[in-house]
Nanobody
Framework: QVQLVESGGGLVQAGGSLRLSCAASGRTISRYAMAWFRQGPGKEREFVAGHRWTGGSTYYAWYVDSVKGRFTISRNNAKSTIYLQMNSLKPEDTAVYYC??????????????????WGQGTQVTVSS
């Protein structure tokens, strides 16, 4: 079992930045594919960014089009922590953000059903 705990959410003005963190425990996640999803008011949960091991010390990231160039996903395996740096935030980024883990480390997964473990979420609110 893997436990995931998100932090770093909050209220920010449009154009501002936040960095979300997801601390993992229970198992080593260095070879897990990790992702961030979000769920806005009245909306379905959607994929935001993913990060997977591709061999050696190399990782690959993929993003939903709406956040490309603004958000960056990264990880620190020594701290078992995943990050989502969010810049140039927009009101439409307002959502609960969830961290998720795919124990099989599969490539470029964007469906919620591809992920085995989930955090409890952290609220991000962007005011206009």
């Amino acid at each position: 079992q893997v436990q995931l705990v998100e932090s770093g959410g909050g209220l920010v003005q449009a154009g501002g930045s936040l960095r979300l963190s997801c601390a993992a425990s229970g198992r080593t996640i260095s070879r897990y594919a990790m992702a961030w999803f979000r769920q806005g008011p009245g909306k379905e949960r959607e994929f935001v960014a993913g990060h997977r091991w591709t061999g050696g010390s190399t990782y690959y990231a993929w993003y939903v089009d709406s956040v490309k160039g603004r958000f960056t996903i990264s990880r620190n395996n020594a701290k078992s922590t995943i990050y989502l740096q969010m810049n140039s935030l927009k009101p439409e980024d307002t959502a609960v953000y969830y961290c998720a883990a795919d124990q099989w480390g599969r490539e470029s997964q964007v469906a919620t059903t591809s992920y085995d473990y989930w955090g409890q979420g952290t609220q991000v609110t962007v005011s206009s």
